[in-house]
């Protein structure tokens, strides 16, 4: 049936982040990410025009709400919608609940420092999920991952792995080191090489990357909370790196090295 005003004063609550915090929920736009926030059982309700709901019929199979595409892309703040919005429950993770005693020790995490672009932040989720890590800590003034944009971005890696937000670098950093993760920073100006770090094997021990703003990367406030500050070696004439990109190459090189070499996972640099 049609969707009611009601549901659409709710849908329109969740683009303000301060109700998408008292509410524990959220909005997915799209295909890819309504198809896995259903397969994490957190879809609460399902609006679509009849158009997408045909295209999509295993999508909206256990029920939907018709609306027109105007108040669609209304509520998706998107130039291309879908035709398909979802509102989901989903609340960030807190660092005891990936780094508490109960939890086994996690071997990858990613953590973003003041990141605030929206689509940097769902692709780091992405890059995360793609590549095993445990999780992914959004410190200090950093974007609301539960932002449409970054929930898009995400393509639904938001629903499969812990997403801590907000927090604080220096706590992270310290319960991170607590837990027996080694803290790295990416850095162009860092004074350890990731190639050579993967080559050595130093790569293969549980470890956390620390990444910068997209404007100003990190001050030295912020590197300070690292055991090491690492670049990624550039041979070609690119000036630097997209954080995204850089997050992957550095979350890649060292899911590679953990499944490489597991028996030398708690050796030191």
Request: aromatic share 4%; glycine share 8%.
């Amino acid at each position: 049936g049609p969707a009611s005003a009601g549901l659409i004063r709710s849908a329109r609550r969740l683009r303000l982040r301060k109700h998408r915090q008292t509410d524990g929920r959220l909005l997915a736009e799209g295909p890819q990410a309504i198809r896995e926030a259903l397969r994490a059982s957190c879809v609460e309700q399902l609006l679509a025009t009849a158009a997408a709901a045909r295209r999509h019929r295993q999508l909206v199979a256990q029920g939907w709400w018709e609306t027109d595409e105007r108040t669609l892309a209304d509520l998706a703040d998107t130039v291309c919608p879908s035709g398909l919005l979802a509102l989901c429950r989903w609340a960030p993770a807190r660092l005891c609940d990936i780094l508490g005693p109960a939890v086994p020790s996690p071997r990858l995490v990613l953590v973003g420092a003041a990141m605030r672009d929206p689509g940097n932040a769902g692709t780091v989720i992405r890059c995360a999920d793609a590549f095993g890590a445990d999780a992914v800590i959004l410190a200090g003034d950093s974007v609301d991952p539960a932002n449409s944009k970054a929930v898009r971005a995400s393509a639904g890696s938001l629903f499969h792995l812990p997403v801590v937000s907000p927090a604080s670098l220096s706590e992270a950093a310290t319960q991170l080191r607590a837990a027996g993760l080694l803290v790295l920073a990416a850095d162009g100006a860092g004074s350890a090489d990731l190639a050579d770090l993967a080559a050595s094997g130093a790569l293969a021990r549980p470890l956390a990357w620390l990444m910068g703003n997209e404007a100003w990367g990190l001050p030295g406030a912020e590197r300070d909370y690292a055991d090491q500050v690492v670049r990624i070696p550039m041979w070609g004439q690119a000036e630097s790196l997209n954080l995204a990109a850089a997050a992957a190459v550095c979350l890649y090189a060292s899911a590679a090295a953990q499944r490489r070499q597991p028996s030398r996972l708690t050796e030191p640099l």
